[in-house]
């Protein structure tokens, strides 16, 4: 049987899916990401942007020194100092990629860098020049690609080659091309450029027009040979192309894309809900391939056909991608053997003793209260132990009590942690959840604004767990927390405390000069 060509799975969520307004994640959740795209098979890991500010910088070497088996990559604009603060940040690994890039579009040259085509041309030169003294993996990207003259991109991507880049990737940044004109753009740079064949050509597709998948699977078609990609699907806008729909397309229609990925598709699930919980981004129910309802069959004609033939309705299996049928597990007289082994078995093979002590002290409370305890329940449970285990925590919630109802205004009770120092106190509001926020905010007093309250139960019933998102935001800087209780409101406090930590530890690691420089490197 003829060797099927590889395909290059250039994962950029850390990089490209945290410029989603309000995507932030914190160091440590970048590591854990990081970690679980190694063992996923990501081929590349774009861990950030290491000029953009000291936290990008401080990742994207973390994440090089962890990574076993992916290449980390950082980004640099044309510019000397990035592609120093590049290596500098990668230089711990014994591989990596520097991507540098310049626009090339008529409109970006003019408007945004007030350059020549001649500029732009010799800028190449000289920046991948530079990045090759650094590494022999340099990737080089034509920004605003597929708005590019043909004749100048074809120009460029062959200097960009003799000047030392052997990944050469076309951004369709803007999400503007159909597939059947990013299939003729990847067509002609490989029977126009002469050196083409020392290069790796990569797609690197936003979603603007719901054309990113469609567009980088023409691009594979046609020839490319990476696809640059986001779990979930998140980027800039309207995000990019879903590693998960890429790779789960490649994988079901091997017929007419003859390829291989070195993805392993069954941890396809768990990283999306990873990224999910980092980011505060939902996965809308119907989402290809990671969405609640992607192997759910409502009507009686598609389950009268599941259950005749799978293949009726069903074109690839959930186990494929790492979705297991909910099933009803553990109870009350389950003991700490058996919730060890389901927590391998759920994929968290490196709990430290602590938190698998606290998680099974919290899985005992759940099971006293509900009746059914689910994968799902043990999953959010165990994130949650993840987030208030964290020894750095300066607010840690002590109790709450609420009194809500009709007739009077809603009052919260709480007693909060502050830095090793308990303190109570009791404030009323517009509802129970307002309360609960007053009284945090008059115990830690803090100007933030809440952007998002969000609850979602993690299984189906009224004695489910609900999951609580929360992200505020201050002074442009964001971060989410979350956690899970059988009482919203409970789950509600300690989703806003978490967020609050993640913050505190935000403003502690960023000096203030630069934080003035990330603001500025943001507007890229
Ligand atoms: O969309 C884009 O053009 C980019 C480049 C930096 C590759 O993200
Ligand atoms: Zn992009």
Request: hydrophobic share 35%; aromatic share 6%; with cysteine.
């Amino acid at each position: 049987m003829a060797k099927k060509d590889k395909i290059f799975i250039f994962d950029t969520t850390l990089r490209d899916g945290e410029q989603s307004p309000g995507a932030s994640m914190s160091l440590e959740e970048k590591i854990q990401i990081s970690r679980v795209f190694d063992d996923l098979g990501v081929d590349i890991i774009e861990a950030g942007f290491p000029i953009a500010s000291p936290g990008d910088f401080e990742a994207v070497s973390a994440i090089s020194k962890v990574l076993k088996k992916s290449i980390p990559c950082g980004l640099a604009r044309h510019l000397k100092k990035d592609i120093d603060r590049c290596y500098e940040a990668l230089k711990h690994a014994s591989r990596f990629r520097i991507h540098t890039f310049i626009s090339t579009s008529p409109l970006h040259m003019k408007h945004k860098l007030n350059m020549t085509t001649e500029q732009v041309y010799d800028s190449i030169k000289e920046h991948v020049t530079y990045a090759r003294n650094f590494t022999d993996d340099v990737e080089w990207s034509c920004e605003d690609g597929t708005r590019t003259d043909m004749d100048y991109m074809c120009k460029t991507v062959e200097l960009a080659i003799k000047s030392g880049a052997n990944t050469i990737n076309i951004p369709d940044t803007v999400g503007y091309t159909v597939p059947s004109e990013f299939t003729k753009i990847i067509e002609t740079i490989l029977n126009k450029v002469p050196n083409i064949d020392k290069a790796i050509l990569s797609t690197h597709c936003h979603n603007d027009l719901g054309l990113a998948v469609a567009n980088s699977l023409a691009g594979l078609q046609a020839g490319a040979r990476q696809i640059e990609c986001t779990i979930n699907g998140i980027g800039e806008r309207a995000g990019n192309a879903a590693l998960e729909e890429v790779v789960m397309a490649i994988r079901t229609r091997n017929d007419l894309m003859p390829y291989e990925t070195g993805i392993n598709t069954k941890l396809l699930s768990k990283a999306s809900k990873l990224v999910s919980n980092a980011t505060g981004f939902p996965v809308q129910f119907n989402k290809a391939i990671v969405g609640k309802n992607a192997f759910a069959h409502e009507s009686g004609i598609h389950q009268d056909g599941m259950l005749k033939n799978r293949n009726t309705y069903e074109i690839m299996t959930p186990e494929s991608v790492g979705v297991k049928q909910t099933s009803l597990v553990m109870g009350k007289h389950s003991g700490r053997h058996a919730f060890k082994d389901k927590l391998i078995s759920l994929g968290y093979a490196d709990l430290t003793d602590d938190i698998i002590e606290n998680a099974f002290g919290k899985f005992k409370v759940l099971a006293d209260k509900k009746k059914h305890v689910y994968d799902e329940d043990i999953t959010a449970l165990v994130d949650d132990s993840l987030v208030l285990d964290n020894k750095a925590n300066n607010l840690v919630l002590k109790s709450l009590k609420v009194f809500a109802g009709t007739g009077e205004p809603q009052r919260a009770e709480m007693t909060l942690d502050v830095n090793g120092q308990i303190k109570s106190s009791s404030e009323t509001g517009d509802g129970p959840v307002d309360a609960i926020f007053k009284c945090i905010k008059s115990l830690y007093p803090h100007d933030v604004n809440l952007q998002l309250y969000q609850v979602h139960a993690v299984t189906e019933g009224t004695d489910a767990q609900a999951t609580v998102s929360v992200r505020i935001e201050e002074n442009g800087k964001t971060t989410v927390g979350q956690a899970a209780d059988t009482d919203t409101l409970v789950a509600s406090a300690n989703a806003y405390i978490a967020a609050l930590n993640k913050m505190i530890l935000k403003r502690e690691k960023t000096a203030p000069m630069m934080e003035q420089q990330e603001e500025k490197m943001r507007g890229i």
